[in-house]
T-cell receptor, first 115, second 115 residues
Framework: AQTVTQSQPEMSVQEAETVTLSCTYD???????LFWYKQPPSRQMILVIR??????QNATENRFSVNFQKAAKSFSLKISDSQLGDTAMYFC????????????FGGGTRLMVKP | NAGVTQTPKFRVLKTGQSMTLLCAQD?????MYWYRQDPGMGLRLIHY???????AKGEVPDGYNVSRLKKQNFLLGLESAAPSQTSVYFC??????????????FGPGTRLLVL
């Protein structure tokens, strides 16, 4: 079974600065997808960014980018120019080659952006 | 489009009572999922469905049943609620398949308290 580990339970960053959230995973598969979801205080789960394992290029979405290191099984999220609205729980998730496209989530990192 | 909706938003049950949580999606998605989120933890998959009339067990299925009688609806049942089932429940849906656009879209969550 796959496991996803987020080793930073809480982090904080000053507004406008850059922060990196860590995620590692364990799998024997070669073809899979990785995701970062954001969960603000409203509890709504919002997709931030996704990465396909067969793509070498790191995914980017505006201020959000990832550092995908397939050999190291690492998938970190970088948030540039942090904004107060980025304050949320961030979850890393793994989708392997299973029949139901099931997601395995990490335990989450609580990010606080300070003014 | 409303996306993924969940009913109810909040419910209090007594131990031994039963209830059904309703999830509805208007995106014509094939796959649907039920997760639970406990304090300070990531989401864990309870049950999922890859199409109308089909269901399968996830990581933590005990104490729950599901039904997918219509493509747009996915019901989660608790036959005899226990305090350990106090949690926030999330429904999600996706197109299914292994396309590069495969992403799960989440509902707003249902908070359940079992006394």
């Amino acid at each position: 079974a796959q496991t996803v580990t987020q080793s930073q339970p809480e982090m904080s960053v000053q507004e406008a600065e850059t922060v990196t959230l860590s995620c590692t995973y364990d799998t024997s598969e070669s073809n899979y997808y990785l995701f970062w979801y954001k969960q603000p205080p409203s509890r709504q789960m919002i997709l931030v960014i996704r990465q396909e394992a067969y793509k070498q290029q790191n995914a980017t979405e505006n201020r959000f980018s990832v550092n995908f290191q397939k050999a190291a099984k690492s998938f970190s999220l970088k948030i540039s120019d942090s904004q107060l609205g980025d304050t949320a729980m961030y979850f890393c998730a793994f989708m392997g080659n299973n029949a139901g496209n099931m997601l395995t989530f990490g335990g989450g990192t609580r990010l606080m952006v300070k003014p | 489009n409303a996306g993924v909706t969940q009913t109810p938003k909040f419910r209090v049950l007594k131990t031994g009572q039963s209830m059904t949580l309703l999830c509805a999606q208007d995106m014509n998605h094939e796959y649907m999922y039920w997760y639970r989120q406990d304090p300070g933890m990531g989401l864990r998959l309870i049950h999922y469905s890859v199409g109308e009339g089909t269901t399968a067990k996830g990581e933590v299925p005990d104490g729950y049943n599901v039904s997918r009688l219509k493509k747009q609806n996915f019901l989660l049942g608790l036959e005899s609620a226990a305090p350990s089932q106090t949690s926030v429940y999330f429904c999600a849906s996706s197109y299914g398949g292994r396309s590069s656009q495969e992403t799960q879209y989440f509902g707003p969550g249902t908070r359940l308290l079992v006394l």
